[in-house]
């Protein structure tokens, strides 16, 4: 099969003005819980776009791990992702469940979670993944994956649960939404579409765009 003959009709559901709520991260909940029930095969990645110093895009997928004022993810403040944002915190973000034809995309700044955040979730993991937060120079070149696995003995003989504690180049960030977009799969390709934008005030405007 040629891949432009790769066509799937889009039918489940609609969307209309009249049924979104008033603001993006509370309809993003709705969409959200029902992903949830529906059982979408990990309905928190994400993918995440970030701008290198030459300005070209750099897209990658991580998981969302909270909903508060914002999107909530965690990572390595030193790698590619972290050391972009931190030159330039402009960020856009797309969700895709195909299971239920739909895709949410945000856009936005990010700014770092408070200190005790990071270190609730950071605790709140198995400890092998708090090791692999130590092991990985996230981005970096090795020569090997037996430096990885060499350096993660190591570090299992030097931490144990009770003495582990977060690395400081590890934390999160929450995404705050100026922009969002609720996207349905309809027939004939004439998908719903509907736009938030944050306005001046803090209230946010919603209108219906063209598929």
Known sequence: MNISDIRIEYSLKSLTLSEVL?????QFQIWFNEALVSEV?????????TIRPDG????RIVLLKGIDDGLVFFTNYNSS????????PNIAVTFFWPELERQVRFS???????????????????FSSQIGAWV?????????????EER?????????????????????????????????GRPSRLHDRIKYKLQVDGSWTKTRIAP
């Open 41 to 49: 095969m990990e309905p928190n990645s994400m993918n995440i776009a």
């Open 136 to 148: 990985s120079p996230q981005s970096a070149e090795i020569e090997s994956r037996e430096f990885l």
């Open 22 to 26: 008033e603001t993006p991260l509370e």
């Open 81 to 88: 992702k972290g050391q972009e944002l931190a030159q330039n």
């Open 56 to 59: 070209t895009p750099n897209a």
């Open 152 to 184: 993660e003995k190591q570090l299992q003989q030097e931490f144990s649960p009770q003495t582990m504690k977060r690395p400081t180049h590890w934390g999160g960030y929450r995404i705050v939404v100026s922009e969002a977009e609720f996207w349905q």
């Open 108 to 126: 936005g700044k990010v700014e770092k979670v408070s200190e005790k955040d990071s270190d609730e979730y950071f605790f709140s993991r198995p």
